[in-house]
Nanobody
Framework: QVQLVESGGGLVQPGGSLRLSCAAS??????????MGWYRQAPGKQRELVAVITSGGPTNYADSVKGRFPISRDNAKTTVFLQMNRLKPEDTAVYYCNAGGGAYRHYWGQGTQVTVSS
């Protein structure tokens, strides 16, 4: 089992920055081999991929956040970060941390609200 706990959401003005963190716990051996990433869901919309990072380091981003939201992972590979820069109102959503994929099932965090508004 893997547990994911997100932090760092909040209210920010357009053009501002926020940093999301997601700490994984549980089966650490498996976590180290899992991809981790962030998804978001805005009201009335489907959940969508924001950014993912594999255990080996390669990343993938949604076109809407490329160049603004770098994703990173700590050396222990149990915490994933999303640095959100130049935020826009359309970035407003609940952001969910995800771990798994490939041979592993997907695990989800509880979500953290990000609101971009003046």
């Amino acid at each position: 089992q893997v547990q994911l706990v997100e932090s760092g959401g909040g209210l920010v003005q357009p053009g501002g920055s926020l940093r999301l963190s997601c700490a994984a716990s549980g089966n650490i051996l498996n976590i180290n081999h899992m991809g981790m990433g962030w998804y978001r869901q805005a009201p009335g919309k489907q959940r969508e991929l924001v950014a993912v990072i594999t255990s080996g380091g390669p990343t993938n981003y949604a076109d809407s956040v490329k160049g603004r939201f770098p994703i990173s992972r700590d050396n222990a590979k149990t915490t994933v970060f999303l640095q959100m820069n130049r935020l826009k109102p359309e970035d407003t959503a609940v952001y969910y941390c995800n771990a798994g994929g490939g041979a592993y099932r997907h695990y989800w965090g509880q979500g953290t609200q990000v609101t971009v508004s003046s």
